[in-house]
C-alpha cells in the first residue's frame, strides 16, 4: 500500500464490518466475517506477516469457538513448516499456546522445538507437555538439541511423563546419536532419585536398557560416593539382568576403586542379598571371577550371624575344582575321597571313607628293626610333644610271634623305646594323640548336644524316618525359592529400536532462517 493509499485510508470514515460474501475487502482494525476460506498466497516472501509492539499482546491471534473443535491456527505445509515461530526475546517464545492444549501438532513430527529450549511447557494442574503418536514407531515427545532435547521441571509433580499403550513400545525414549558418546536419556538429582522407573505389569520394567552396540551397557551407574544403581521391590525383584548373548552377563557390576570397594554387592533384611538362577546345562546361578595379580575372591560371602555362603542342591550343592581351605571347623554327616580307580581308571571309581573319632586325634606310625638286645628306640619330630597329649600306642611283631614286646620307654623328649622281641625282627608301631594347640584348645568338639526345641521332632535327614520334617535351618534354606519374573523378550523384540544407529537418516539440509529438523528416530 503506498503512503497515499495509506493517508486516504486513514482519513475516511470507518467502515462497516465486511459483510460475509465473497469478494469483500478484508478491513484492518475491524471484525471481519466471512462463511467462506480467506485465501491469502505469494510467490516470495511471507504470505502473511502478524507484528505487534503491545506488552503480552499477539501479532497473529488465532480463536476457535466451534462446538466440534477446531483449531485457532493453523498450518500446512507439503515439504517445510505449517507453522514456525521465532523469538529474540530472553524468556519468550517462539510459539506460544494455552488452553487444554497450549500447543497441538499432528503429523510426521507434530511439534518442532529449536532453541535454548527446544519445546517448553507448563502446566498448574495438567501436562506441561503433552505429546501423541498413533503410529507404533513414533514417539510422543522427542528432543533433538546440541543442549538439552526434552526437558521438563515440576514443583510437585511429574517433570517429564510420558505413557504408551503400543506393544514394545516406549512411554519415554531416549537416544544418543552422538560421535563422541552422550546419554540416550539422563537423570540427575541434588537429593532425591536421578532415573526413577515403576510398573505394575506382571514380568515388566521400572526401568530397562539395551545396548545393541558391540560392547557398551543396557543400564549404566555412577557413583562418586554413593551408590550407582539401586533397585528396590516390596514383593518382586529390586534389580534383574537377563542375557541372551553367549559368554556375557545378565549382571556385571565392575569396581575401580583404589582402596577397595564392591562390584557387586546385596543386601537384604529378610530375604535374599544375591540371588542367582540359570536353567541352562552346566552353567551359573552366579559366578565370580578374580583376575588380580595378588589374588582376590571370585566370590565372597561374609556373615555376622549367619552364614556367609550357603549352597543347597539336590545333586552337588558345592564343588570345588581345585584345593579348598578352611580356618574353622568342617562339620558334616560323613565324608571320604573319591579317584580314578587304580585298576580301571577309565571304567570306575574307587571310595574310600574318613577315619572318625570323638575326640581331634593325630595317627602316627611306622616300622623299626629291633637291636642284638631286640630293643629300639623311636624319635619323634621335634613339635610332637607340643601339639599332641593323651597318648596311645599299638606294637605288631612280624614274621615271628614276641609275647614279650612292649614299650620299653613312653614318649619323652620327643623320642620312645621298644623292647621284648628277637634281634633283627621288624616291628610296626602306631602312636596317637589328642591336639593340644591354642585353636584345637578354644574349639573342643562337643560330642553329645541336644537339640533346640525347634528343632526336636526334626531331622537333618528327613528322607530317612518315616514322617520326618527337616531341621529349621534346613526347612529355611530348602524352601521354594521365590524365583524373579524374566521380561518375555525374544532376541527378535528385545530391542526398542529395530534398526543401527548407523541406520539413521541424517538431519536435512538447513533451509534459510529455518532451524533444521531432528533427525528421525530408526524405523
Known amino acids: 500500500m503506498s503512503d497515499a493509499e495509506k493517508g486516504a485510508t486513514a482519513g475516511a470514515p470507518a467502515a462497516e464490518p465486511a459483510q460475509p460474501a465473497p469478494g469483500n475487502p478484508v478491513l484492518l482494525g475491524e471484525a471481519n466475517h466471512a462463511t467462506t476460506t480467506t485465501s491469502i498466497s505469494t510467490s516470495s516472501g511471507d504470505a502473511l506477516d502478524g507484528l505487534t509492539t503491545a506488552d503480552y499482546q499477539a501479532g497473529v491471534a488465532g480463536y476457535d469457538l466451534s462446538d466440534g473443535g477446531g483449531h485457532g491456527v493453523f498450518g500446512e505445509s507439503g515439504n517445510g513448516t505449517g507453522v514456525y515461530g521465532l523469538a529474540f526475546g530472553d524468556g519468550q517464545s517462539g510459539v506460544y499456546g494455552e488452553g487444554s492444549y497450549g500447543v497441538s501438532?499432528?503429523?510426521?513430527?507434530?511439534?518442532?522445538?529449536?532453541?535454548?529450549?527446544?519445546?517448553?511447557?507448563?502446566?498448574?494442574?495438567?501436562?506441561?507437555?503433552?505429546?501423541?503418536?498413533?503410529?507404533?514407531?513414533?514417539?510422543?515427545?522427542?528432543?533433538?538439541?546440541?543442549?538439552?532435547?526434552?526437558?521438563?521441571?515440576?514443583?510437585?509433580?511429574?517433570g517429564v511423563f510420558g505413557v504408551t499403550i503400543g506393544d514394545g513400545r516406549e512411554g519415554v525414549s531416549g537416544y544418543d546419536a552422538s560421535a563422541g558418546g552422550g546419554y540416550g536419556v539422563y537423570g540427575q538429582s541434588g537429593n532425591g532419585t536421578g532415573v526413577y522407573g515403576t510398573t505394575t505389569g506382571g514380568g515388566q520394567s521400572g526401568v530397562s536398557g539395551y545396548d545393541a552396540s558391540a560392547g557398551g551397557y543396557g543400564v549404566s551407574g555412577q557413583s562418586g560416593n554413593g551408590i550407582a544403581v539401586y533397585g528396590q521391590s516390596d514383593n518382586g525383584t529390586g534389580v534383574l539382568g537377563t542375557t541372551t548373548g553367549d559368554g556375557q552377563f545378565g549382571a556385571y557390576g565392575y569396581d575401580a576403586s583404589a582402596g577397595g570397594g564392591s562390584g557387586v554387592s546385596g543386601q537384604s533384611v529378610n530375604g535374599t542379598g544375591v540371588y542367582g538362577n540359570t536353567t541352562g546345562d552346566g552353567q551359573f546361578g552366579v559366578n565370580g571371577y578374580d583376575?588380580?595379580?595378588?589374588?582376590?575372591?571370585?566370590?565372597?560371602?561374609?556373615?555376622?550371624?549367619?552364614?556367609?555362603?550357603?549352597?543347597?542342591?539336590?545333586?552337588?550343592?558345592?564343588?570345588?575344582?581345585?584345593?579348598?581351605?578352611?580356618?574353622?571347623?568342617?562339620?558334616?554327616?560323613?565324608?571320604?575321597?573319591?579317584?580314578?580307580?587304580?585298576?580301571?581308571?577309565?571304567?570306575?571309581?574307587?571310595?574310600?571313607?574318613?577315619?572318625?573319632?570323638?575326640?581331634?586325634?593325630?595317627?602316627y606310625?611306622?616300622?623299626?628293626?629291633?637291636?642284638?638286645?631286640?630293643?629300639?628306640?623311636?624319635?619323634?619330630?621335634d613339635w610332637f610333644e607340643a601339639l599332641n597329649r593323651d597318648f596311645r600306642y599299638q606294637l605288631t611283631a612280624l614274621d615271628a610271634p614276641a609275647p614279650g614286646l612292649h614299650?620299653?620307654?613312653?614318649?619323652?623328649?620327643?623320642?620312645?623305646?621298644?623292647?621284648?622281641?628277637?634281634?633283627?625282627?621288624?616291628?610296626?608301631?602306631?602312636?596317637?594323640?589328642?591336639?593340644?594347640?591354642?585353636?584345637?584348645?578354644?574349639?573342643?568338639?562337643?560330642?553329645?548336644?541336644?537339640?533346640?526345641?525347634?528343632?526336636?521332632?526334626?531331622?537333618?535327614?528327613?528322607?530317612?524316618?518315616?514322617?520326618?520334617?527337616?531341621?529349621?535351618?534346613?526347612?529355611?534354606?530348602?524352601?521354594p525359592w521365590p524365583r524373579p519374573r524374566i521380561p518375555a523378550r525374544t532376541k527378535a523384540n528385545r530391542s526398542p529400536h529395530k534398526t543401527s544407529p548407523a541406520a539413521l537418516r541424517k538431519p536435512p539440509a538447513s533451509r534459510p532462517s529455518r532451524p533444521a529438523r531432528p533427525p528421525d528416530r530408526p524405523a
Not at 328 to 338: D, I, Y
Not at 365 to 381: I, K, N, Y
Open 407 to 479: 614299650i620299653a620307654s613312653r614318649i619323652d623328649g620327643g623320642r620312645f623305646a621298644i623292647a621284648g622281641g628277637q634281634a633283627g625282627q621288624q616291628v610296626c608301631w602306631q602312636v596317637t594323640g589328642v591336639r593340644q594347640d591354642a585353636w584345637a584348645s578354644a574349639h573342643r568338639i562337643p560330642v553329645d548336644v541336644a537339640k533346640p526345641d525347634t528343632d526336636r521332632g526334626r531331622y537333618l535327614h528327613p528322607d530317612l524316618y518315616p514322617g520326618g520334617e527337616p531341621v529349621t535351618e534346613l526347612a529355611r534354606a530348602t524352601r
Open 105 to 158: 501438532g499432528q503429523g510426521d513430527t507434530g511439534v518442532v522445538g529449536q532453541g535454548e529450549t527446544g519445546v517448553y511447557g507448563q502446566s498448574d494442574n495438567g501436562t506441561g507437555v503433552y505429546g501423541q503418536s498413533g503410529n507404533g514407531t513414533g514417539a510422543y515427545v522427542h528432543g533433538f538439541d546440541e543442549g538439552i532435547g526434552v526437558q521438563g521441571f515440576a514443583d510437585n509433580g511429574v
Open 291 to 363: 583376575d588380580s595379580a595378588g589374588g582376590g575372591y571370585g566370590v565372597y560371602g561374609q556373615s555376622a550371624n549367619g552364614t556367609g555362603v550357603y549352597a543347597v542342591s539336590a545333586g552337588t550343592a558345592l564343588f570345588a575344582a581345585g584345593n579348598a581351605e578352611v580356618t574353622g571347623a568342617l562339620t558334616k554327616s560323613g565324608g571320604g575321597f573319591r579317584i580314578d580307580h587304580p585298576l580301571d581308571p577309565a571304567g570306575k571309581y574307587l571310595y574310600h571313607s574318613f577315619v572318625e573319632s570323638p575326640d581331634m586325634k593325630n595317627v
Open 365 to 381: 606310625d611306622g616300622t623299626t628293626v629291633l637291636d642284638g638286645q631286640g630293643r629300639a628306640e623311636v624319635v619323634l619330630p
